[in-house]
């Protein structure tokens, strides 16, 4: 069977349901969290939508209160998991599109979600239904299990997990082809040092894995000549503009993924580095000495190298101020060998009492052997649709919902080379490689499903 030609035959319709679903504002908003709604409205529509669209094509389905959802075919009590997720980040920057508009021009889709990860959730269920549509039986049962947390804590797939058996193999569509073997740990936690009086307010930033791109403080004095002489030396986009509580100071930056924080300009650190020219601080000049542009934290002695994993990471992703403290977050990204124990004592005794960390939570790495059957497998259907024999199966320091699996490995469906919009402004999905994507995992699908294709 010509599974590309079967994709391609879909692409119309494939395309039609992956805009319905864009259009979607799935972001986590616990203010209206309510029951069967545990992560907001937006969320709790999106995956009533997807779940009502598998009905229609006769699949079975699930919904797990809200919290994940589940689409599966075969009968066999042996699973195949294919790990996708719903929630979305919030589309902060400034788009060309609305970016819940779904809007397509020259063969993309512009939309918050499209490669991370509706699209890929649209092409591993299209790879399904093509399969189901043929009446191909496979010797094992295969479930999309559908995330609604995966950008904030897990808390949608941990609650699935403690009701219902989870596949021990399978493969997260999200992230980078040919696949990805494993994941660095991830290390949340907060800084909380005192306020300088001098500070209103200050809004940076509002998730952990992503690179401030906004930063706006509010000062009781004017220091308009310093900030404008800091912009133009750091080549840096800003605003000052006169309240009347005070001064209010904004640095726009650039947003990038937390797992590769030195691919954006982070407003916020920027920010603080601004501050700490015009404040008494120690913990401002800590922040802007110790980890503004230094995302791998050589500077404080706490930098960590793997052979296969490579260099620890970190991001500062939230400014905030919280019961009259600034608080501070760090997203690090982790190889085998990290000591969260050590981590902390060292992190405090580096503070030197300007602040202390507040750990947040803990996601030790995630590792699948490179020479194992399932990674093999889905490296030769990678291989067999693509040509390419010179990018290999990687490791990153992303988070995946393939640790989610005992034996989980994330597969696409970004293609080596291609631009990579995940977490920034004017996302957008390659129809043609929506559709290539759709017959690899078909492909895949009935290679870890037991059907000799």
């Known amino acids: 069977m010509d599974l590309l030609k079967l994709a391609q035959s879909k692409q119309e319709e494939m395309v039609k349901d992956l805009c319905d679903l864009l259009k979607i504002k799935s972001v986590t908003d616990m203010s209206t969290s309510k029951q069967n709604a545990p992560f907001g409205e937006g969320i709790k529509d999106c995956l009533e939508h997807f779940l009502e669209m598998a009905k229609k094509d006769g699949f079975n389905t699930l919904n797990d209160e809200g919290y994940a959802g589940v689409v599966e075919y075969g009968t066999s009590e042996d699973l195949v998991g294919i790990l996708c997720h719903l929630d979305v980040v919030p589309a902060g920057g400034v788009w060309k599109y609305p970016p819940f508009s779904a809007t397509i021009e020259d063969g993309k889709i512009y939309a918050r979600g499209a490669m991370d990860d509706k699209g890929p959730t649209i092409a591993a269920y299209y790879a399904l239904k093509i399969i189901k549509e043929l009446g191909i039986k496979l010797n094992k ?44 740990g991830i290390f949340n936690a907060f800084l909380v040092g005192d306020l300088n009086d001098e500070i209103i307010s200050i809004e940076a930033g509002e998730r952990f894995n992503v690179v401030i791109d906004e930063a706006t403080v509010v000062l009781k004095n004017n220091h308009q000549d310093k900030f404008n002489e800091y912009l133009t030396n750091n080549n840096l986009k800003g605003t000052f503009k006169e309240l009347t509580n005070g001064y209010e100071y904004k ?38 000495n110790n980890l503004h542009n230094e995302h791998f934290l050589k500077k404080l002695n706490l930098d960590l190298y793997h052979e296969e994993m490579k260099e620890l990471t970190c991001n500062i992703g939230i400014i905030k101020i919280e019961n009259q403290k600034l608080v501070v977050s760090l997203d690090i990204r982790y190889p085998i060998g990290f000591e969260e124990n050590t981590f902390v004592n060292q992190m405090n005794e580096k503070l030197n009492n300007s602040a202390q960390i507040v750990v947040v ?30 990018n290999g199966p990687k490791t990153i320091g992303g988070g995946t919902y393939a640790r989610a699996l005992k034996e989980g490995v994330a597969f696409g469906m970004e293609l080596p080379n291609q631009e990579s919009v995940v977490h920034q402004p004017n996302e957008y999905v390659e129809i043609n490689t929506l559709v290539k994507a759709t017959a690899i995992y078909a492909k895949a699908i009935l290679k870890l499903g037991g059907y000799d294709a």
Not at 254 to 259: E, L, Q, T, Y
Not at 364 to 384: D, G
Request: aromatic share 14%.
């Open 141 to 184: 049962k295969i479930q999309i299990i559908l995330g609604t947390d995966e950008e904030t804590g897990w808390r949608g797939i941990d609650h699935y997990s403690q009701k219902y058996q989870m596949p021990k193999l399978g493969f997260a569509p999200d992230a980078d082809f040919p696949l990805i073997y494993g994941e660095k």
């Open 251 to 288: 640095v726009f930056g650039v947003s990038a993924h937390a797992m590769e924080p030195f691919k954006g300009i982070n407003a916020g650190t920027h920010l603080l580095s601004f501050l700490n020219t015009v404040l008494e601080s120690p913990f401002i000049s800590f922040i802007a």
């Open 361 to 390: 939570q803990n996601k030790a790495p995630h590792y699948v052997p490179r020479n194992s059957q399932l990674v093999e497998t889905l490296y030769n259907v990678y291989k067999e649709f693509t040509g390419d024999e010179v």
